[in-house]
């Protein structure tokens, strides 16, 4: 609606919500345009970065400013990113996000392929690779036509209540090794296909952690997973009443000093609300 899109982190825990941190989006064609860049004043050093890429920025400086979660989770277009998921995994994030229909994953540990030869030079090149006879299948088609799918029966499970009721989706989950960027499989995961009751709308998440390792359960997952509720909310709750999107400059600094004095706004009436709610915990 104002014409800036922006890459937004949030966070959320029993009775405590904020905006960690938010930076914008700079489309290719702004990024290699001169003259829109000087109009805008952006930085000589900011460059061209997809939004995985910029959410990764931000995961980095809020771990370095010493921030700790218990998980992370995202929407497809992150999930979709084999980059990103293989930086949380570098820097043992555990994260449950969705990821499209079409995400490649193995149903069994592959046979991984090493291979070494010379250089021209002398040196020794060593290269990896899945054996021919295992390549990895689409999660729509695992759901469809896997025995290990086939075998299972739909657990439901009560997402969360709302107004017309309560929200409930079917559940079922393998335990999986996606491909990496480069290839490869990564260590074992955990796939989730969750199709709505009431709608029969599917969605997939993938989960670095397996279920029933280091007490994590499915439910927990589950929470985890339909959990972008409350950040939505926040957004929501940040555009409405604290004029996020209330912004009537163009400036590259101008707008991030914006975002940030509205977090600020928004971490005010969060440590608020819970000085005043006496049943209010923080974890």
């Given amino acids: 609606e104002n ?22 989006y700079l489309p290719w064609e702004w990024a290699n345009d001169p003259k829109r860049r000087k109009m805008a004043y952006v930085p ?15 995961i980095d400086r809020a771990l370095q400013n010493g921030i700790r979660v218990a998980w992370w ?12 998921l293989d930086a ?3 820097r043992e994030q555990r994260f449950v996000g969705e990821i499209p229909k079409n995400t490649r994953v193995w149903t069994s540990k592959p046979d991984v392929i090493r291979h070494e030869e010379q250089t021209a030079s002398g040196q020794t090149k060593k290269t990896s690779c899945v054996a021919d006879n295992q390549p990895p299948r689409e ?5 469809n036509h896997s025995h290990k799918f086939l075998m299972q029966t739909w657990q439901k499970y009560v997402i969360k209540d709302t107004d017309k009721g309560p929200e409930v989706w079917k559940i079922k989950h393998l335990t999986v090794w996606r491909q990496t960027n480069s290839g490869l499989p990564s260590t074992r995961c955990t796939l989730i296909v969750a199709r709505s ?18 007490g994590v359960t499915l439910r927990g997952l589950l929470r985890v997973a339909f959990g972008r509720w409350v950040i939505e909310a926040e957004f929501r709750f940040s555009k409405e009443e604290l004029g ?5 400059v163009r400036g590259w600094r101008c707008i991030h000093r ?11 009436c969060s440590r608020i609300r819970l000085s005043l709610d006496k049943g209010g915990t923080r974890k």
């Fill in 3 to 24: 014409c800036i899109v922006g890459v937004h982190l949030g966070y959320s825990a029993p009775g405590f919500q904020a905006i960690l941190d938010s930076q914008l």
């Fill in 44 to 58: 000589d050093d900011v460059e061209f970065k997809t939004k995985p890429q910029i959410a990764m920025d931000l």
């Fill in 197 to 214: 009751v009431r709608t029969n709308e599917t969605k997939f998440f993938l989960c670095n952690v397996v279920v029933g390792e280091n």
């Fill in 73 to 84: 989770t995202f929407d497809e277009l992150y999930g979709r990113d084999s980059n990103f």
């Fill in 88 to 90: 949380l995994d570098f």
């Fill in 244 to 248: 996020l999107d209330h912004l009537e």
């Fill in 258 to 268: 914006h975002l940030h004095v509205t977090a600020l706004s928004f971490l005010l």
């Fill in 139 to 143: 999660v729509y088609s695992l759901l």
